[in-house]
Structures are given as structure tokens and as C-alpha cells.
Nanobody, 125 residues
Framework: QLVESGGGLVQPGGSLRLSCAAS??????IGWFRQAPGKEREGIAC????????SYADSVKYRFTISRDNAKNTVYLQMNSLEPEDTAVYYC??????????????????????WGQGTQVTVSS
């Protein structure tokens, strides 16, 4: 079971750090996805099981950073310079084949075997 936390209301330009926790995560690649009202779910970042490989969507590159602490079975998404367009429900997902390079390109959702319930992020003044 994946549990996201850290969402909330933040002003434009602000920061939030999301967490994705589970009883065990060290063998899984983890992806972060988001879905805004009326829009399709979008993959935004992922990290391989060994943290040696990360990938980002262009929309968040250089603003968001994904990292993991396998000792704590937690993956983080640090979000800086937030914009109103970042408002969405954010989900983390786990890929059992964590050894392979991860991806969050369109159509990659089928790679991910387990999903959290999501956490709301609202960017507004």
C-alpha cells in the first residue's frame, strides 16, 4: 500500500515536499503522476529502485526533484517555484521491475503495479 502525504495549499512561487511511503519500497521504481480537473493523468517524475536513474516531464524539469530514502521506505518529490498550473491531485505509483530505467512518458502508466490514493496540491494566491 502506497500512502502519499505533504499536499496542501501554497502560493505561487512557493514550495512543497510530497512523500510516498510504504512498508517496503527498495525494490520498486517509483513514479509520480498528477491529474488536474478535466485533464488526463500526467506522469511527471520517476526514480529507479537504486536511485541511479531519474526522469522528469518537461513541465516540471528543473523545478521538481525526486529522491528516495530506502532506509525509510519513502520517496520524495520536492516541488519548487510552484505555479497555478501545478494544481492537481498527485499520485505515486510503484513498478515491481525497479531495476529497469523508469519512465513517465505518456502511456507508461501500465508499467506501474501499485498506486496510492493521491494528495491534493493547490497553488493559488
Amino acid at each position: 500500500q502506497l500512502v502519499e502525504s505533504g499536499g496542501g495549499l501554497v502560493q505561487p512561487g512557493g514550495s512543497l515536499r510530497l512523500s510516498c511511503a510504504a512498508s517496503t519500497l527498495d525494490h520498486y521504481a517509483i513514479g509520480w503522476f498528477r491529474q488536474a480537473p478535466g485533464k488526463e493523468r500526467e506522469g511527471i517524475a520517476c526514480i529507479s529502485s537504486g536511485a541511479g536513474y531519474t526522469s522528469y516531464a518537461d513541465s516540471v524539469k528543473y523545478r521538481f526533484t525526486i529522491s528516495r530514502d530506502n532506509a525509510k521506505n519513502t520517496v520524495y518529490l520536492q516541488m519548487n517555484s510552484l505555479e497555478p498550473e501545478d494544481t492537481a491531485v498527485y499520485y505515486c505509483a510503484a513498478d515491481m521491475m525497479g531495476w529497469r530505467p523508469c519512465t513517465v512518458l505518456a502511456g507508461s502508466e501500465n508499467r506501474y503495479d501499485y498506486w496510492g490514493q493521491g494528495t491534493q496540491v493547490t497553488v493559488s494566491s
